[in-house]
């Protein structure tokens, strides 16, 4: 999940349109659906022995994780166990993405199912006997990682699904498509990674799914519940980077230059008017936030250059659209009133994350009867971005928020996501492997039904 991160290669940036985006701003939640013929007793559960594998599977990945696009030896693990599987499988996707194709034993639709694989350069600081101790380079230095965000239970559980299903293949009807997916929390600097290069790459040439399903765990909800929400789930994440040139001139004589501090600091407060004043939020909510402001080496010396750098968030693609062309205005026109000019670049990152709602309607029948209808819950929007969103704009995507909080604890005082102490529990390992495959079985029946 990227929270601060996600502003790889170039996002879209029309307005999306076609199947996968119908009802892009429908903000309620699907409506009640009637539950299909299928009750708990035909609800697929795994056997005690593959939870305990996908246990194994994910305290060892968790050991052992590994920053984005150098995902090598969690890679071979997936490789090699889908390969045992007796799938076809396709190795080196966006540098070191693994995808499986299992096929049914009855014909039916093309069912992609997802998890991302990389970790984050965190210090871990659980004190989990299986604690990672590893470091990597990232940006140049050595540096602690770790699976502070949950991917190693992601990989864990996508390979239990592909055990069970593979198992069971001659029940499925159509093919699954497991993506195993680096750098979600963006690619290194330089490089391009994650979903959008996967999809670059030829993903999609494989096999066009004709749905993809996602989970992500967190702790602000007990282990085994999930969130769900129609529409726009997720926010889109992008990055601004604003140069504002002036004048040098000594700090006692302001007038012999231009300066470009009190230009920033009015293009500062002149861009949250954006939000306040010149975006419509009855279509969705935004967030511009500056986080960086460089300039000047001493107190005295006005300088010639100032450096500005922050994040935009927002739940329409259209709203997206609006907020890159006023900010650059807004900086530019603030900037000349100083007597200085800004220059403003928009690294666009990941686009709203988008829940399909036919599909989702679609398959809450299924979600409920394998979670309860007691630990179902509808979500609110998330300012975090995810890069799911890419594979959302192809066909029709489903996400959901696993989670895993442990038994007792207050959700609100759990570790969250990014943290050095982000620990959800195991017993959520089950239920997000169940999802998947019920999610398969069903979708699949339901597709070839007349």
């Known amino acids: 999940m990227a929270l601060a991160l996600g502003t790889i290669g170039c996002a879209q940036t029309n307005s999306p349109s076609g199947p996968a985006l119908a009802n892009l701003n429908q903000a309620k939640e699907p409506a009640a659906v009637t539950p299909p013929a299928n009750t708990q007793a035909n609800t697929h559960r795994i056997p005690t022995a593959l939870e305990q594998s996908i246990i194994a599977w994910r305290r060892d990945i968790h050991q052992h994780p590994e920053l984005g696009n150098r995902e090598f030896r969690t890679a071979g693990l997936v490789e090699q166990h889908l390969t045992a ?77 592909a055990e069970y299903l593979a198992k069971h293949r001659n029940d499925i009807h159509g093919t699954v498509m497991f993506i195993f997916q680096p750098a979600e929390e963006g690619a290194p600097p330089g490089e391009e990674g994650g979903a959008e290069l996967m999809l670059k790459e030829g993903l999609f040439d494989i096999a066009k799914p004709d749905a993809i399903f996602g989970i992500h765990v967190g702790s602000n909800s007990p282990a085994g519940h999930v969130g769900y929400k129609s529409g726009p789930a997720m926010a889109s994440s992008d990055r601004f980077q604003i140069t504002v040139e002036g004048v040098q001139t000594h700090g006692s004589r302001p007038w012999g230059g231009a300066d470009p501090i009190v230009a920033a600091a009015s293009i500062v407060n002149n861009a949250q008017t954006i939000v306040s004043r010149q975006l419509n939020l009855t279509e969705a909510p935004a967030v511009l936030s500056f986080g960086i402001i460089q300039g000047g080496m001493r107190n005295n010396i006005i300088p010639d250059q100032v450096y500005l750098e922050g994040t935009l968030r927002n739940f329409d693609m259209g709203l997206r659209a609006t907020m890159f062309e006023k900010l650059t205005q807004v900086a530019e026109h603030t900037a000349a009133a100083h007597n200085t000019k800004a220059t403003v670049t928009i690294n666009e990152g990941y686009p709203v994350t988008i829940n399909n709602p036919e599909l989702m309607a679609r398959m809450l029948p299924t979600t409920e009867r394998v979670v309860g209808s007691d630990k179902l819950t509808p979500a609110g929007l998330g300012t975090a971005a995810e890069d799911f969103s890419f594979y959302a704009l192809e066909v029709p995507g489903k996400y959901v928020f696993l989670g895993g909080a442990h038994p007792g604890q207050d959700p609100s005082t759990a570790a969250g996501n990014h943290s050095p102490f982000f620990n959800p529990h195991e017993s959520t390992l089950r239920v997000g492997t169940e999802l998947f495959i019920n999610w398969v079985f069903d979708f699949g029946a339901q597709a070839t039904q007349p």
């Not at 693994?98 to 659980?126: C, F, H, N, S, Y």
């Not at 470091?135 to 559980?157: F, I, K, L, N, S």
């Open 85 to 161: 599987l007796g799938m076809q499988v396709h190795t080196g996707i966006a540098h070191t993405g693994v995808v499986g194709l299992l096929t049914g034993g009855k014909p039916g639709p093309v069912i992609a199912l997802r998890a991302d694989m990389d970790a984050l350069p965190v210090k871990e600081q659980t004190g989990l006997p299986f604690a990672s101790t590893a470091t990597a380079e990232y940006r140049g230095e050595q540096v602690p990682v770790m699976h502070a965000c949950g991917h190693d239970m992601h990989v864990a559980m996508l390979m239990g699904a």
